[in-house]
Nanobody
């Protein structure tokens, strides 16, 4: 089992910034795709951003349309860490943010790992 540990959440004012980190217990180049998801109170879990960490598509990113331009996903393979830089935060960004690593193989998930989550609260 791969363990993922998020950090960097906290309380921030609107228009503020935070950087979340997700550190894996293995080299992240062995994890095909990593991403950030979030779930606000009473809401469904949604994709924030994802990044391909290895292979010919390494570095490819996807963002939720509503977050594009404010959030940036990145990785540091040497540190086994994925980051989410969040700028111009809004109250509606308040959620628990989860780190995920997954890979589709032969039509099914070969693995699907999740961190414990880190709380982000945007409030004045």
């Amino acid at each position: 089992q791969v363990q993922l540990v998020e950090s960097g959440g906290g309380l921030v004012q609107p228009w503020g910034s935070l950087r979340l980190s997700c550190t894996a217990s293995t080299n992240i180049f062995s994890l095909n795709t990593m991403g950030w998801y979030r779930q606000g109170p009473g809401k469904q879990r949604e994709l924030v951003a994802s990044i391909t960490t290895a292979g010919t598509n390494a570095g490819s990113t996807n963002y939720a349309d509503s977050l594009k331009g404010r959030f940036t996903i990145s990785r540091d393979n040497d540190k086994n860490t994925m980051y989410l830089q969040m700028n111009n935060l809004k109250p509606e960004d308040t959620a628990v943010y989860y780190c995920n690593a997954r890979n589709w193989l032969l039509g099914r998930l070969s693995y699907d790992y999740w961190g414990q989550g880190t709380q982000v609260t945007v409030s004045s």
